[in-house]
C-alpha cells in the first residue's frame, strides 16, 4: 500500500508541474506577442501563436493578409478635405444666414460662428467681419462649395485641401484586429491561472493591451469623422471705404510745409525741454558730488602749495 501511495503522489506531482509549466509557456508566449504586435511589419510570429491555441486566430491571419493585399477602390479612400474662403460682401450677417442655409440644405451643419464690429475705421479695414466654419458631408462637398460661391460677394481668397489617410486607417484597423485577437488570448491564460500572482500579471497585460486598443480606436474614430464631414472655414468681410485723395495747389503745398515746419520746430523744442528735464536729477546726483569734490581738492593743493613756498622763504630769511 505505501508503494502505490507513493506512486500515485509521484504521477499527480509530475501532471502539477507539467500544468504549471504548460501555463508559463503560454504566458511567455503571450508577453512575446505583445512586442510582435507592436511592430506591424512582423505578425507572422504572434498569428502563428493564436494559431496554436486557437483554431479561429488562423482565419484571422488569413483575412488579414488579404485585406493587406486587395486593391482599394476609388470610393473606400479616406480623404480629409478642407476649403478655406474670405468673401467680401455688402451685409456679411446675411451672408452668414445664407451659408448656414446652405450647408444644412446639403445635410451639414455650423461648428462656430463669430462677428465683430471694427470700432476704429482706417481706410484699409473693413468695417464689419464674420468669421463661420461649417462642416459638410465629404460627398457633397463640391456641390455645397459651388452653391457659397454662387451666393453672392466677392471672393478674395480661396483654398482647398485633401489630405489621404487610407494607409493609416487600414494600419490602424490591422493593429485593432491584432490587439483585440491578443486579449482574448490574454482571457484564455486567465481562466488556467492557479495563483493569485498569476491572475495579477495576466490582467496587467490585458490592461496594456486594452489601453492600446481605446488609443487606436479613438485615432479611427477621429480619421472617419474628418473624412465623413469636410470643413469649409469662410471669413466674411465688408468692403474697405474708399478714400479719395485731394490733390491741392500751390497754396495748400505752402500750407502743408509750413504745418510741417511748425511741427518740426516744436518737436526739437519739446526735445530740448526734454534733455534739459533728464539731466537735472543726473547733474544732481554725479556732476554736483563731482564738482564739490574737484574743488576740494583743489583747494587743499593750492594750500600745501601756499605752505611749501612759505617754508622756503622762511629757510632763505634764515
Known amino acids: 500500500m505505501k508503494l502505490v501511495r507513493t506512486i500515485v503522489l509521484i504521477i499527480a506531482l509530475l501532471a502539477l508541474s507539467n500544468c504549471k509549466k504548460t501555463y508559463n509557456e503560454k504566458l511567455a508566449a503571450a508577453n512575446q506577442s505583445i512586442a510582435v504586435s507592436s511592430a506591424p511589419a512582423d505578425k507572422s510570429a504572434f498569428f502563428s501563436y493564436v494559431a496554436n491555441a486557437d483554431p479561429t486566430a488562423e482565419s484571422l491571419s488569413a483575412t488579414n493578409t488579404a485585406q493587406a493585399t486587395a486593391p482599394i477602390q476609388a470610393n473606400e479612400r479616406k480623404i480629409i478635405r478642407n476649403a478655406e474662403l474670405i468673401i467680401e460682401a455688402d451685409e456679411p450677417q446675411q451672408s452668414q444666414q445664407k451659408i448656414s442655409t446652405i450647408a444644412e440644405k446639403f445635410g451639414g451643419f455650423v461648428v462656430s460662428t463669430e462677428a465683430k464690429q471694427n470700432q476704429t475705421v482706417t481706410p484699409s479695414a473693413p468695417a464689419t467681419v464674420v468669421s463661420l466654419t461649417v462642416r459638410v458631408p465629404a460627398a457633397q462637398f463640391g456641390a455645397a462649395l459651388a452653391e457659397i460661391r454662387a451666393s453672392g460677394g466677392r471672393i478674395l481668397r480661396e483654398k482647398i485641401t485633401g489630405q489621404d489617410v487610407t494607409e493609416e486607417y487600414i494600419d490602424l484597423e490591422a493593429r485593432l484586429r491584432t490587439k483585440r485577437a491578443l486579449e482574448m488570448q490574454f482571457l484564455e491564460i486567465m481562466k488556467q491561472a492557479r495563483k493569485v500572482s498569476e491572475a495579477l500579471e495576466v490582467q496587467t497585460q490585458i490592461t496594456e493591451v486594452r489601453t492600446e486598443i481605446e488609443r487606436l480606436e479613438g485615432r479611427r474614430r477621429f480619421l472617419e469623422n474628418q473624412a465623413a464631414f469636410s470643413t469649409i472655414t469662410m471669413t466674411l468681410q ?37 534733455v534739459v528735464l533728464v539731466m537735472l536729477p543726473i547733474g544732481g546726483l554725479i556732476l554736483l558730488p563731482a564738482w564739490l569734490l574737484l574743488r576740494k581738492l583743489k583747494h587743499r593743493f593750492t594750500w600745501t602749495k601756499h605752505a611749501s613756498a612759505s617754508a622756503e622763504v622762511a629757510e632763505q630769511n634764515q
Not at 248 to 274: C, E
Open 238 to 274: 465688408t468692403a474697405a471705404p474708399l478714400v479719395a485723395a485731394t490733390t491741392g495747389g500751390f497754396w495748400q503745398s505752402v500750407k502743408t510745409a509750413f504745418g510741417d515746419g511748425v511741427d518740426d520746430a516744436v518737436a526739437i523744442v519739446l526735445g530740448l525741454i526734454h
